[in-house]
């Protein structure tokens, strides 16, 4: 469990696209900014590493760069976010990458839990699970009479 954020940013063409809109179609285009370039990566053999808790580890890519890796302890605990703050910002400041849990509250709800989700994905859903009842839907339509 766990959750991911995508931020998307779109323009709305149904509503807002006509000319003096700064949010039409052609306003957001004049000022898109990409982020990143996909483009062609090269193949190279898999780098594994393992090393021990608590140590560091240089890894060496096939084009020379490097990065340091940092282990977590075996006596860490990752339920102190002020633990787990300071250790990110150490290992920032040292240039390394730290890995293994460095954080998790478990008394917190995922968001499936928080938002009462349903368990089956929203593309397998059928329309009927999808739309309310009438008796719901005006339930809903009396809140905002």
């Known amino acids: 469990n766990g959750t991911a954020v995508i931020d998307c940013i779109s323009p709305c063409v149904t509503f807002n696209n006509h000319e003096g809109s700064s949010r039409s179609y052609l306003a957001v285009k004049e000022k898109d900014e990409a982020l990143h370039e996909i483009g062609f990566v090269h193949g190279a053999p898999e780098i594994k590493v393992d090393y021990p808790e608590g140590t560091t580890k240089e890894v060496i890519f096939p084009d020379g760069s490097i990065i340091t890796l940092k282990k ?18 150490e290992t920032k400041q040292l240039g390394q990458l730290l890995t293994g849990l460095f954080y998790v509250n ?27 009842s009438d008796d719901v839907l005006q339930s809903i339509l009396k809140i905002y009479e």
Do not use: F, I, W
């Open 72 to 89: 977590l302890k075996r006596d860490y605990d990752p339920t102190s976010k002020v633990a787990a703050t300071t250790m990110l910002e």
């Open 106 to 132: 478990p008394q917190s709800r995922n968001l499936s839990e928080t938002l009462h989700m349903s368990d089956t994905p929203l593309c397998l859903l059928k329309e009927k699970d999808l739309r309310p």
